[in-house]
C-alpha cells in the first residue's frame, strides 16, 4: 500500500435526494487498492456497493470526497479530461440481458467503444480488433454478426467484458458480472476474468454479495453494510479470523456442503435500517450482540488495528478475542 | 446443433422480416396495406389513370351522373370527377405523409431531449405540449392555418404543428422507460456522447409506437387536411383536393348527391386502411400479444 496504489479513494459520499430525505447510500468511504490486485466487494442488496463502484468511474457524480487514480482526483475531472480517462477505467455490468442494446450485433457492441474513442482509425482495423477481442474472452469468431437474444447469458457476460476490454483499461469495476448466470457459467467467466488479470496486469474491483465467489477472486476484500466499510483486510484473514460482529454473522451464513455439519450460527435480529437520515452513531449497533452505551452515541471510525487489517467497531480488538 | 442454429437469420426476433409474417396473420391489416399500395399507386401514376385533366372544364356536359364516359359524374363545370379524385389522392397523402414526417420529427426529437434530459427543461417542453394539447387540434389547425393563408405547404404545417404534441409525449415516454437501462449506462461507460446515446440506442428502441402512431397519424392527417379544406383554409380550387371537392358539392347534395359521396367515399376508405394497417402493425410491432 505504498508507491503501488492505483486507486485511492478518499471520504467518498453519495447521498440521494428522495421525497422521505437524504438517502446516505455511500458515506465517507476510504481505501486504497493496489496496482494488480483484486479488492472484493461484499455486503447485502442495498448496501451501496453498485452505487460505490458506479461513483468510481463517475457513471454517478459524487456529493464529495476524492477518487484519485494515481494520485490525481478525477472527481474534478472536465468532462473532456473524463472522456480520456474512459479508456483507463472501465466497468462490466451485472447484468447481460439488460447491459447490451438488444438491436446491435455482437461487433456493434464491441467496435461501440473503438468507435467513439477513435481508437481504430480504419474500417478494417477495427473489425480485426473485435475480432481479437472476441478470441481473448473466448467468443467463437462465427457468432460475430449474431444478436445478444441470440445468444447465452455467459456469452452475452463475455461481449459485455469484451466491450470493457476494448479501450484496455488499467482498472475495472466488475459490478456483480456473474450473479445474474448460472452456476457452471459463473465458473467459466470467472476464471475468464482471472486469467485475463494475469495476462494483462488488470486492477479490479470484484463487487458482489457472494463471499463464496469473492473469496475465490479476491485479494483483499471490503464487507459494506449501509454505506459504510465495516471491515477491510486480506482475504484470509478476514475468513479466519473476522473481527466486525457483521462480518462474523455474515461468515456464519455461508452453507457448509456437508451433511450433519452442525456450526453456530449467529442470526441477526431485525431488518436492515432504512438507509435515509441515518441517526449518529454505529449503524449495526441495533442489531448488534456486543452492544455497549457507546455504540448508539459514537459512529467508529475505519481503525487499522494491525497492518493491513480496518475495522469500524469500537470493541474490535475485544471481539476477535471473544469469538476465537 | 450448433451450426444449425448459426444458420437461423440474424434478425430472426425483431426484424422486418418477423414483423411482415406476423402482419400478414391478420387479414384487416393486409386488406389496409393493399389498399394504402393501391392509393400510393393511383397517386403516382395518376396522368395515366385519369381519363381527363384534373381541371379541364367542359360546361355542355355539367352536372352529368356517372356514367360510362365519367364514372362519377362531373361537377357544375363539367370536370370528370373521377379524374379529379384520382388527382386528389396525390394532394392527400403528400399532406398526410409530409404533415406527420413534420410532426414526428418535431415531436420526436422535442419528446427526445425531454425525456433524456428531464428536469426543468422536461417541465417547460411538456407544458408547452400540454398549451398545444389542451387546444382541441382541429381547432389549432384552423387558427394556424387562418394565421398563415391558404395553400398546400401552409396547410402541411399547420396539420403537422397540431398533432406535433402527441408525438412529443410518446416519444418522451418510450425515452424515459429506456433511458434508465443497463445498456445507456453502458454506453456512457464507455465514453458514447449524448447525441450518439439518443440516436443509436435510445430512438432505435422506441420506433414501434412511433410507427404506429405515425401510421394512424397520417389517417388523420388527411381528414384534418380535408377538413380545412372543407372551410376554405386549405387547398384552394381548382386543385382537386378531396376536402374542397366535398366542399364544393355540398350546394348541390340535394339535387346531385354523387358530388360529395366519391370524394367522401375515397376519405373514408383511404383512412380505414391507413387504420387497419396501424392497428395491425401495433399488434405486429408487440410480442407480447404473439400467439
Not at chain 1, 459494506?224 to 475468513?239: A, N, P, R, T, W
Not at chain 1, 450433519?260 to 449497533?285: H, M, N, Q, T, Y
Amino acid at each position: 500500500m505504498t508507491g503501488n496504489t492505483i486507486v485511492e479513494v478518499k471520504n467518498l459520499k453519495k447521498y440521494f435526494h428522495t421525497k422521505k430525505g437524504m438517502l446516505h447510500a455511500v458515506d465517507d468511504v476510504s481505501f486504497t487498492i493496489d496496482k494488480g490486485e483484486t479488492l472484493g466487494l461484499v455486503g447485502e442488496s442495498g448496501c451501496g456497493k453498485s452505487t460505490l463502484g458506479r461513483v468510481m468511474i463517475r457513471l454517478l457524480e459524487a456529493t464529495s470526497g476524492e477518487v484519485r487514480f494515481y494520485g490525481d482526483d478525477i472527481l474534478k475531472y472536465s468532462s473532456g479530461r473524463m472522456k480520456d480517462m474512459r479508456k483507463r477505467v472501465q466497468i462490466v455490468f451485472q447484468d447481460p440481458y439488460s447491459s447490451l442494446n438488444p438491436r446491435l450485433s455482437v461487433s456493434d457492441l464491441i467496435s461501440e467503444p473503438l468507435l467513439v474513442n477513435r481508437v481504430c482509425g480504419s474500417t478494417a482495423e477495427r473489425t480485426g480488433r473485435v475480432l481479437e477481442l472476441m478470441d481473448t474472452v473466448g467468443l467463437a469468431r462465427r457468432l460475430v454478426n449474431s444478436y445478444p437474444h441470440e445468444l447465452d447469458g455467459g456469452r452475452r457476460q463475455r461481449i459485455g467484458i469484451a466491450r470493457s476490454l476494448a479501450l484496455s483499461p488499467e482498472f475495472i469495476v466488475l459490478d456483480e458480472p456473474v450473479s445474474a448466470l448460472d452456476v457452471c457459467i459463473q465458473a467459466q467467466v470467472l476464471n475468464l476474468l482471472n486469467s485475463l488479470q494475469k495476462q494483462f496486469g488488470y486492477t479490479y474491483v470484484f463487487i458482489s454479495h457472494n463471499l463464496s465467489v469473492v473469496k475465490h477472486v479476491s485479494d483483499r476484500i471490503a464487507v459494506m453494510y449501509l454505506g459504510k466499510i465495516v471491515e477491510m483486510s486480506d482475504y484470509q484473514s478476514l475468513f479466519k479470523e473476522p473481527l466486525h460482529p457483521y462480518t462474523q454473522a455474515l461468515l456464519s451464513a455461508i452453507p457448509i456442503p456437508k451433511v450433519g455439519e452442525k456450526r453456530d450460527r449467529l442470526i441477526l435480529e431485525g431488518d436492515v435500517p432504512s438507509p435515509i437520515e441515518p441517526p449518529d452513531g454505529c449503524r449495526f449497533a441495533g442489531r448488534c450482540f456486543y452492544r455497549q452505551e457507546i455504540c448508539t452515541r459514537k459512529t467508529p471510525e475505519l481503525h487499522e488495528i494491525e497492518p493491513g487489517r480496518f475495522v469500524a467497531c469500537h470493541f474490535a480488538r475485544n471481539l476477535s478475542r471473544r469469538s476465537s | 446443433m450448433s451450426e444449425q442454429i448459426n444458420k437461423q437469420p440474424g434478425q430472426s426476433m425483431h426484424g422486418i422480416g418477423a414483423v411482415f409474417a406476423r402482419l400478414r396473420r391478420s387479414p384487416l391489416a393486409m386488406l389496409g396495406l393493399a389498399a394504402v399500395i393501391a392509393l400510393v399507386l393511383i397517386a403516382v401514376f395518376a396522368d395515366y389513370i385519369a381519363p381527363y385533366g384534373y381541371a379541364a372544364q367542359d360546361l355542355m356536359s355539367a352536372f352529368e351522373p356517372p356514367s360510362a364516359n365519367h364514372w362519377f359524374g362531373t361537377d357544375e363545370f363539367g370536370r370528370d370527377l373521377f379524374s379529379r379524385i384520382i388527382y386528389g389522392s396525390r394532394i392527400s397523402l403528400q399532406v398526410g405523409f409530409i404533415a406527420v414526417g413534420i410532426a414526428v420529427f418535431a415531436g420526436g426529437f422535442l419528446g427526445a431531449v425531454s425525456g433524456y434530459y428531464g428536469g426543468r427543461l422536461d417541465n417547460l417542453i411538456m407544458r408547452g405540449m400540454d398549451i398545444l394539447l389542451s387546444i382541441p387540434s382541429i381547432l389549432l389547425a384552423i387558427a394556424i392555418a387562418a394565421s398563415l393563408g391558404p395553400g398546400l405547404f401552409n396547410l402541411m404545417i399547420a396539420v403537422g404543428i397540431s398533432s406535433t404534441p402527441n408525438y412529443a409525449r410518446i416519444v418522451r415516454g418510450s425515452v424515459l422507460s429506456i433511458r434508465n437501462q443497463e445498456f445507456v449506462e453502458a454506453a456512457k461507460a464507455v465514453g458514447s456522447s449524448d447525441l450518439r446515446i439518443i440516436l443509436k440506442h435510445i430512438i432505435p428502441n422506441c420506433m414501434a409506437p412511433i410507427i404506429v402512431q405515425s401510421t394512424l397519424g397520417v389517417a388523420i392527417a388527411i381528414l384534418t387536411a380535408a377538413g380545412l379544406s372543407f372551410i376554405g383554409l386549405g387547398i384552394q380550387p381548382p386543385v382537386p383536393e378531396w376536402g374542397a371537392m366535398l366542399s364544393g358539392g355540398r350546394e348541390y347534395i340535394r339535387d346531385y348527391a354523387y358530388m360529395t359521396i366519391f370524394p367522401g367515399l375515397a376519405i373514408m376508405i383511404s383512412i380505414l386502411a391507413l387504420n387497419f394497417l396501424g392497428d395491425g402493425l401495433r399488434d405486429a410491432l408487440d410480442p407480447k400479444l404473439k400467439q
